[in-house]
């Protein structure tokens, strides 16, 4: 059966902890099975300067006051850490979460965001590549000692150890980078704009993906619009009251899992699509 999943806001507007948590504690009433948040640092476009709170302290909030969801990042940009820390932050949400993370890894895309924090942007999936590795043996519970251009550790460790191997789930669809981690991930996952937001386009899009590792799709939902997803120009949103069909075409087209991509999001509009679309 499709899993659903919703995504929490990001620039759509500035929203507090508090807000967060409650739309949090309603997709998990209304029984979506995942939450999950954006890894971004600054946007900085025509809609001017935006900016979300950084994704891995708001999972640990997130992450204590659920209890089923199972929660992550849409998806962590490893350019951002230092890839053993990043690990060991990783571990850390998984144990306050109960061993509820889903870890999403991805190379970025945004070099605003890069310049501005003083991130090196170049050389992207080469460091993916190096940073991948580091990530994927520490949460698997290994030591690591590794030497590459980019990254080097020696004899790293997660103490205390992950009480579980943390799935992965990588986010991105270019040949290199699904090249990369496609044989270690279980789960690959796309944005919207990239399938078109349509099962046709995920059937075609989601093909090369190899048996066994389970495929997930973000699905825009208008749920009374408004547009605030500015970047979402490239795809027409599903009307919420059409979810129910549209997330059974995604299943009859090899879709494993739907993250909905809500149009306005916020508690409201958590509950009256979850209407349509956990009850299907």
Known sequence: MLRIGVQLPEVERE???????????????????????????????EQGERGPWEAWALLAGLAAVTERVKLGPLVACLGFHAPAVLAKTAATVDEISGGRLVFGVGAGW???????????????????????????????????????????????????????????????????????????AQAWNTWFDSYGNTAGGFARLSAPI???????????????????????????????????????????????????????????SIRAVAAHATTR
């Open 15 to 45: 929203v507090s902890f508090a807000d967060y948590a409650a739309m949090a504690r309603a997709a998990e009433e209304v029984g979506f099975e995942s939450i999950w948040v954006g890894d971004h640092y600054l946007y900085r476009d």
């Open 110 to 184: 945004n070099e605003t965001e890069f310049r501005a924090f003083g991130l090196p942007f170049d050389h992207r999936v080469s460091r993916f590549e190096e940073a991948f590795e580091i990530v994927r043996r520490l949460v698997a519970g290994e030591h690591v000692t590794f030497a590459g251009r980019y990254h080097a550790v020696e004899e790293a460790v997660l103490l205390p150890a992950p009480r579980r191997s943390i799935p992965l789930m990588i986010g991105g669809n270019g040949p290199r980078l699904l090249g990369i981690a496609l044989p270690h």
């Open 210 to 268: 190899p048996a066994g590792v389970a495929k997930s799709a973000c699905v825009l939902v208008d749920a009374g619009g408004g547009g605030a997803r500015t970047n979402a120009a490239g795809s027409r949103p599903v009307p919420a009251e059409r979810i129910a069909a549209h997330l059974a075409e995604l299943a009859d087209a090899g879709a494993d899992e739907a993250i909905l991509v809500i149009d306005p999001i916020d508690e409201r």
